[in-house]
Every structure is written in C-alpha cells, then in structure tokens.
Nanobody, 122 residues
Framework: QVQVVESGGGSVQAGGSLRLSCSFS????????MGWFRQVPGKEREFVAA????????NYADFVKGRFTISRDNGKNTVYLQMNSLKPEDTAVYYC???????????????WGQGTQVTVSS
C-alpha cells in the first residue's frame, strides 16, 4: 500500500538551511495529509509540521514557527520541509508520515518513512 521515503538530511552549521523531501507512492497522494516528526535519542517522537491534502491548512510546532515551512507538490507526489535558521537543538532523525486526516500526534498517522538524519553543529 502506501509508502513514504525521506531524503535530504545532512550536517549543517547553526544558522544554516536544509530542505527535506518525502516521496509518496502506493496511493492517491492528494487524498492524504502529510506530517513531519522528529526524534532524538532518549526522547519521544515529537511533532514538527503537518499539511492537509489540499495544502490549505498547515500546522507547526511552536519551536519551529517562523523557521520551518512545510509544502507539498501534488503533481510530484512529494512533501517538503524547508528548514532555515537551524539550531543545534534541531538535531534529530526526521520522519515523514501520511494519513487521510491531518493531525499533530504521531499515533494519528498510519504510514511512516524510514527517517533521515539532520545534524546541526554550533
């Protein structure tokens, strides 16, 4: 069925930028809300951003507002997370997720990617 695959992670200096991509397959992309989550060792997986199937509605965690932007291209079956003004605290494995309904809780999403590492150095 549905599969999602993240890419674009890497290592950057604090204050730098990075764009993550998530490729979707196995379903009708325009019928799924998409979310980004992140997880660091010893911590719970936390919400970063989400976007509705139409792209009209977006939600952001407070710690990324004004710095990160989620977007989607339904023609390419791809969702993006543009990350600017990165901080060392942003270091984590970032996961892409898909679900018919938009949400801010990890438990609400049915399909998950393998994750991509983002490392921000000071």
């Amino acid at each position: 069925q549905v599969q999602v695959v993240e890419s674009g992670g890497g290592s950057v200096q604090a204050g730098g930028s990075l764009r993550l991509s998530c490729s979707f397959s196995g379903g009708t992309f325009s019928r799924y809300a998409m979310g980004w989550f992140r997880q660091v060792p010893g911590k719970e997986r936390e919400f970063v951003a989400a976007i509705s199937w139409s792209g009209v509605t977006t939600n952001y965690a407070d710690f990324v507002k004004g710095r990160f932007t989620i977007s989607r291209d339904n023609g390419k079956n791809t969702v993006y997370l543009q990350m600017n003004s990165l901080k060392p605290e942003d270091t984590a494995v970032y996961y892409c997720a898909a679900d018919p309904f938009i949400g801010v809780e990890a438990r609400e999403y049915d399909y998950w990617g393998q994750g991509t590492q983002v490392t921000v150095s000071s």
